[in-house]
């Protein structure tokens, strides 16, 4: 746990174990792939999967979930500041943790000040409800993280070149994924949230997903699905993101295109030894009909994550946000303690 392969962060923190499916996007979960591997007897995920329920061979949640006690405090062993995506194989905001156990994460981000934590969330709702100020549970969430806090500070000492606490965590980037256009309201829960920075990941994108809410939003992150059975990308539907992103002066992150490339074999493309032949697909333009390739379509070839890659139009989208330009109006209504 901590080194990853993601390119838009720096480690990955998994405090917190176990998940469930609730939209599209998870139907190929690859954090319940990657826990089936360690279900079995007196492993990490043990009694958190299951192996061929439903008669699927496959992993599945088995719908528990609870604190990692045993990595919590990792982050205060990581010295050197760095891009920490929160539970890469869970969801923080998930209903079914504790709201105990989930103030005691924040409490060690709070006292983590060198790093800054991206927290991304399908259940924007329930963020929404514990974090935002016109919750009667945020108030009662705050005072328990800043009990936790103390309880931290008073157990490891200052950490280095303290801060005053703020309310919001400046160090906590908020995110939710959003993967079509049923769940688009999942931004709007987001820009009112309280947040330093807030940004979207549109990974898996499943469709077209339309005009975005981008007014307070700093970051958005697309990509492709990988793993086995991954469904394709048209790139249409990539650009209509980037190109709203451009409009709206808001950093674009294209993470990948997958398992699945656009227009490779009937463009001729060098494959290299990593495509699977035979493997292609017609990914249909928004409003075209299923059935024969027209005007607007694009054909995909599954030729595997590595060799798809993440150019888009000849180049890599590689932009972060800067915390310091975060100027939306809720991020500015801050707390000091």
């Known amino acids: 746990m901590g080194d990853t392969s993601i390119e838009w962060t720096d480690k990955t923190w998994n405090p917190v174990k176990g998940c469930?499916?609730?939209?599209?996007?998870?139907?190929?979960?690859?954090?319940?792939?990657?826990?089936?591997r360690f279900c079995g007897k007196g492993k990490v995920f043990e009694g958190f999967v299951?192996?061929?329920?439903?008669?699927?061979?496959?992993?599945?949640?088995?719908?528990?979930?609870?604190?990692?006690e045993k990595h919590l405090e990792d982050p205060l062993h990581w010295k050197s500041p760095k891009r920490i995506f929160v539970n890469s194989m869970s969801d923080l905001f998930h209903e079914k943790l504790d709201t105990l156990d989930l103030a005691r994460v924040f409490a060690v981000m709070a006292y983590c000040q060198w790093h800054d934590f991206q927290v991304l969330t399908k259940r924007a709702a329930w963020m929404y409800a514990i974090l935002t100020a016109r919750s009667p549970e945020r108030e009662e969430f705050r005072h328990i993280v800043i009990a936790l806090l103390q309880k931290l500070l008073a157990e490891k000492g200052p950490p280095p070149?303290?801060?005053?606490?703020?309310?919001?965590?400046?160090n906590v980037w908020l995110g939710v994924s959003v993967e079509d256009r049923a769940n688009k309201d999942r931004i709007d829960l987001l820009v009112d949230t309280p947040a330093a920075i807030r940004f979207l990941s549109i990974e898996p994108l499943l469709e077209d997903?339309?005009?975005?809410?981008?007014c307070g939003i700093d970051w958005v992150i697309v990509g492709g699905e990988s793993g086995p059975r991954a469904r394709p990308m048209h790139p249409a539907w990539v650009r209509n993101v980037?190109?709203?992103?451009?409009?709206?002066?808001?950093?674009?992150?294209?993470?990948?295109w997958g398992a699945w490339a656009p227009d490779i074999l009937r463009a001729g493309g060098d494959l290299g030894g990593d495509v699977r032949r035979g493997h292609s697909a017609i990914v249909h333009a928004p409003g075209n009909p299923e059935g024969y390739f027209r005007k607007?379509?694009?054909?995909?070839?599954?030729?595997?994550?590595?060799?798809?890659?993440a150019l888009l139009d000849g180049r890599e989208y590689r932009e972060f946000p800067n915390p310091q330009c975060a100027e939306t109006p809720v991020q500015r209504k801050t707390t000091s303690v």
């Open 20 to 36: 469930s499916p609730v939209s599209p996007g998870c139907k190929n979960c690859y954090a319940e792939r990657q826990a089936g």
């Open 161 to 170: 070149h303290p801060k005053p606490f703020r309310w919001p965590l400046p």
């Open 209 to 214: 997903i339309g005009e975005l809410k981008l």
């Open 242 to 256: 980037r190109d709203q992103c451009q409009s709206a002066a808001v950093p674009f992150f294209f993470k990948q």
């Open 50 to 68: 299951q192996i061929g329920k439903n008669g699927n061979s496959g992993p599945h949640w088995t719908g528990k979930v609870e604190l990692a």
């Open 296 to 309: 607007g379509d694009v054909w995909m070839s599954r030729v595997g994550k590595k060799t798809a890659g």
